[in-house]
């Protein structure tokens, strides 16, 4: 075997199908676009969402709600999630670097701890929101809470 003779493997290489090129070629004449019309011209391109004319989707289907650019959302945190992390990774002050390393939070969402769940442990709670009863509860086993 020498370099003269190389060949790439059987299949590996597909000839593309010159189109238009005379009536000989058989891929002449209309260059299997079919007649006239916008799709045999070239750099035709439908916009996204064409329906062929029908009334689109995203216009068929009714607008509804709005935002409200002053709604504060928070990432809520029952105690009895609180209590099973001083269980399982006996961690005793719980700020919003302890949730986020725990998978309870992302660093840009704001926290607010909710009283579901009984708490045992004398804790330390560093958040920006509580409800009343997790407030009540945190305290009267003993802890602390902070409103970053």
């Known amino acids: 075997m020498d370099l003269s003779n190389l060949k790439p493997a059987k299949g590996s290489v597909k000839i593309n199908k010159r189109l238009g090129r005379g009536q000989g070629s058989g891929w002449g004449g209309t260059s299997s676009k079919g007649h006239k019309g916008d799709k045999a011209r070239s750099g035709h391109k439908t916009k996204r969402g064409f329906e062929g004319g029908q009334m689109p989707l995203q216009r068929r289907v009714p607008k509804y709600g709005f935002t409200n650019v002053n709604k504060v959302y928070f990432k809520s945190i029952n105690l009895d999630v609180i209590q099973s992390l001083v269980e399982n990774k006996k961690i005793t002050v719980f700020d919003t670097e302890a949730f986020i390393n725990n998978g309870l939070a992302s ?7 909710l009283g579901r769940g009984e708490l045992k442990s004398k804790v330390e709670v560093k958040a920006h929101a509580f409800s009343a009863t997790a407030k009540a509860a945190i305290e009267a086993a003993g802890g602390k809470t902070e409103t970053v």
């Open 107 to 113: 660093k840009n969402e704001k926290i607010k701890i």
